[in-house]
């Protein structure tokens, strides 16, 4: 575990102690799964940006070969 010295907004840390009062939960625990939950929120969210530039870099590479095949389809049209 590290140590980590934390300054909160005044409603942010009034919050916090309401409901840590009402779900009888130690403040520490609370934050940990705060940030834990909120981590795994920007992994999804980095994730998803990088799958739609892949995607993007992906289909435009497709559509090159797709042209290609179409384009050999019509040289090899004389063929028939």
């Known amino acids: 575990m590290k140590n980590l010295s ?16 009402e779900i009888n939960k130690k403040r520490n625990k609370y934050i940990n799964e705060a940030v834990a939950f909120y ?14 530039v892949e ?16 384009a050999l389809e019509d040289d090899l049209d004389f063929l028939d």
């Open 6 to 21: 934390l300054k909160l907004e005044e409603d942010i840390f009034d919050d916090t102690e309401f409901i840590l009062s």
């Open 39 to 52: 981590n795994k929120l920007y992994k999804r969210k980095l994730m998803r940006s990088r799958l739609v």
């Open 55 to 70: 995607s993007a870099a992906a289909y435009g590479g497709s559509m090159e070969v797709l042209s290609e095949f179409e």
